[in-house]
């Protein structure tokens, strides 16, 4: 039979819409993971955590006097990333319970960071800094 061309026309525009909204996407993905920045922080915990076997295995030579700390990485600003911590969103048990505050002048300086390995190597140089020093540390 005879097609007045229409329904072509509507599944063109179809085809055209979908091409778009799919580029359109992998367009924002590309640019989020181009400018996507990491940051390292440091959480001061109460020094209750010291009762923790768990800590305490993993700081055998924590100095007593000395604050304890938890260091992490997080694609976050450090002060959202405290306050997941705090409101139990992908939070980390010694956080949730015992985080008192941010410690900017033990991460300013090395933020913001520009790839994922990157803050994995510092989050884990600061960790070893901190326990060298005596603190009691935790850091996933």
């Not at 640019?31 to 990491?38: D, E, N």
């Not at 992908?90 to 520009?114: A, D, H, Q, T, W």
């Amino acid at each position: 039979m005879f097609s007045s061309g229409r329904e072509h026309e509507c599944t063109n525009k179809n085809n055209l819409f979908f091409y778009f909204l799919v580029n359109y996407k992998l367009f924002v993905g590309i640019i989020v993971v181009w400018f996507m920045q990491y940051y390292v922080y440091v959480i001061r915990l109460d020094d209750a955590v010291l009762k923790s076997r768990k800590f305490k295995r993993r700081n055998p030579d924590v100095n007593m006097g000395l604050p304890c700390f938890y260091v992490g990485q997080s694609c976050h600003p450090p002060e959202t990333r405290f306050w997941q911590h705090k409101k139990g969103y992908k939070s980390n048990r010694f956080v949730k319970e015992f985080g008192l505050g941010l410690c900017p002048r033990l991460y300013e300086s090395f933020n913001p960071i520009g790839t994922r390995k990157e803050a994995e190597s510092l989050e884990a140089m600061l960790t070893e800094r901190l326990r060298i020093k005596g603190h009691g540390v935790w850091s996933n």
